[in-house]
């Protein structure tokens, strides 16, 4: 992912409420990371996973998506149970978790209050999104957490709404032959509210496993042909 892209996340003042809510919080937690937050992985992965938003005191704080969070949790302990991470737990931005095969992005990358960002807010920082896929050549699937996740990415390839319904553990095929699976958010209230169960999460990236060919990395060529569509 070339550096710009990077930058132009960390430096981005799009939305006024976005980041006036984050220079109050940089003045209240002067050792937080308290900027947008960019993505966290490999530059060249098969699987790009998009969240929802930072949470004020894990990504918020550390830097890194899902990282000194309760949602991190399961979603760090699932990727390197199927392979894509070189621990079970990401606690800081030096940790040394490493990701394999895999990025993780956000539909939004400031903390809005009350993690909740608006219609607006998350139309504004979809290009960001846009952007870092069209240079994301090798990404195969995309995983995404919850229904403003899904519609960021739709939005995102430039499809239409209305032909992809977001359900847990659906399947679509994107135009351009990405697939897109869906799960709900790995979020503290989906899990203790036994929405999301570890079993139902595990299923959705043993599919996911399965759509890329297994643990072992295949050949892209061989990869997009299994995402025509009917297959």
Do not use: W
Not at 78 to 107: E, K, P, Y
Not at 115 to 141: D, F, Q, W, Y
Not at 169 to 184: I, K, N
């Amino acid at each position: 992912m070339p550096d710009d892209v990077t930058d132009a996340i960390l430096e981005c003042r799009r939305c006024a409420r976005l980041a006036a809510f984050l220079g109050d919080v940089r003045a209240r937690h002067p050792g937080y990371h308290a900027r947008p937050v960019p993505s966290f992985g490999e530059d060249a992965p098969r699987l790009l996973i998009v969240g929802l938003a930072p949470g004020l005191h894990g990504a918020n704080r550390t830097g890194r998506p899902f990282t000194g969070d309760f949602a991190g949790l399961l979603l760090y302990d699932t990727l390197h149970r199927f392979g894509f991470a070189n621990r079970a737990q990401s606690v800081a931005a030096d940790d040394g978790l490493r990701l394999r095969d895999c990025r993780i992005a956000n539909a939004v990358r400031c903390v809005p209050p009350r993690n909740k960002p608006t219609p607006a807010e998350i139309g504004t920082c979809n290009v960001h999104l846009a952007r870092e896929l069209g240079g994301l050549p090798s990404v195969l699937v995309i995983l995404a957490l919850g229904t403003i996740a899904h519609g960021a990415v739709v939005a995102a390839v430039g499809a239409k709404p209305r032909e992809f319904a977001f359900g847990h553990g659906a399947r679509h095929v994107l135009p351009g032959g990405l697939a897109l699976f869906d799960s709900y958010h790995c979020s503290r209230y989906n899990t203790q509210t036994r929405r999301l169960t570890e079993q139902a999460f595990h299923e959705v990236f043993a599919a996911i496993r399965e759509q890329l060919g297994g643990h072992a990395r295949i050949e892209e060529s061989a990869s997009r042909e299994c995402l025509t569509p009917g297959n």
